[in-house]
Each structure stands twice: as C-alpha cells, then as structure tokens.
C-alpha cells in the first residue's frame, strides 16, 4: 500500500495526539486547541503521512518573514499560530515532526521528512527553514544534517525528559537560497 501525503485536515486532530503521546515526553504535549489554530492558519502548511486511511506520521510547518537572528521566545511551544505567519514569508519554521513507530518500518522518518520537504517546497517555495530540536533526539538531528540543517544555537534546559532530566534545545537552521 502507497504511503500519501495531505494536509492534516480537524478531524485527525485525535490521532494526531495519539501520535504525539507515543512520540514525545509529556513536557512537550500540545493542545487540540493548538492544532486546530494552525489546521486554521496555514492549511497546507501541516502535512500528514497516510498508510491506506491510517494517519502514521505529521509535518507542522510555519511561514516567517525571515529575520537574521529570532528572539528565543518565538520558540515557546504553544505559541499562537498566527502571531508570526507571514503568508509571503520566505523561512519555513517546522514546529513539529514523529512518525508512529508501529509504522516506521513502512515509513523512515528520513523518507516522511524527504517527502514532506519536497511537498512543502512545491506549494511554497521557502528560501530557509529553521526549526528546534532537543540534543538528546538523534534520529532526528540526523536526518535534519542529512537534509542540510547546521546547528545555529544551543538553549540550554529548554526540553525535560519522561525522568525529569533536562537537555538543551538547538536551533537549526538552513542557508538560505
Ligand atoms: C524523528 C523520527 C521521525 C525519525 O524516524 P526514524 O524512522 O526513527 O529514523 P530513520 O530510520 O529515518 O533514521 C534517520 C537517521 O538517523 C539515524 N539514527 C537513528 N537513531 C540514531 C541515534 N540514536 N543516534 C544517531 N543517529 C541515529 C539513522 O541511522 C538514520 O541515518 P542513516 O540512514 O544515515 O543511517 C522518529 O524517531 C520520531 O518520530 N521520533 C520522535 C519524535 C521526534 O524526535 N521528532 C523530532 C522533533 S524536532
């Protein structure tokens, strides 16, 4: 069966949360009130990987008017949507990618990221594309390098594990085009 990708519309909001919780350590959780904003704010801007019906993995992306040096706050989880998209924003923020682990042996998260960017790339073509990621989440950080993210930043304590450890958050970030 074909892996499909589409925006993430508000009735995969359930599942959406299901994923989240068996991807991430509670201090990260985010609201359904949060995912329904940015469903509202950049509808093709949130892209879901679908395995027949079944909703396995997501891709959360912002638009930005590119600054050369953000102020930290804007990477507060929960932040409102809407108050940074920039419609002709030319940075792409990604705040948010997991694909289930049931389904990762169908679906490398490198293949979702690779795709999802690709995706993203023909709908808007972004110039850069910066995100935050914890220090303690190699996979990731991996297939962020791998695409051409560097490392920009250190926030040190900004993510705190399931065991109440904290590890630092690193902003990284792409050349622009
Ligand atoms: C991030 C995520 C989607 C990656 O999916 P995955 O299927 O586990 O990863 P992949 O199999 O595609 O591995 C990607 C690369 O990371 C490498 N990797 C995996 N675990 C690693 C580790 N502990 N240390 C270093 N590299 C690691 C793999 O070897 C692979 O590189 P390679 O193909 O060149 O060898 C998945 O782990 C996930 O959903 N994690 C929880 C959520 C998360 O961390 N999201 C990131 C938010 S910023």
New binding site residues.
Partial sequence: MPITIRPLEHDDIPRIMEIEHR??DSDVWESAEIYGERIDTFGHGNLGFFHGGILI?FLWCELWKREVQYDLARFELSHHPRQFFDPNGTELYIS????DPDY?HLL?????FSLGMARMRETHPFESAI?L?SAQ????R??YT?WGFSEVQRIEGFFTDASGRHHPGILMRTTPR
């Fill in positions: 991807c991430f993995g948010s990618f997991a694909v990762r490398r998260g490198k293949e979702a995100l990621v989440w190699h996979a990731a991996t297939i791998q």
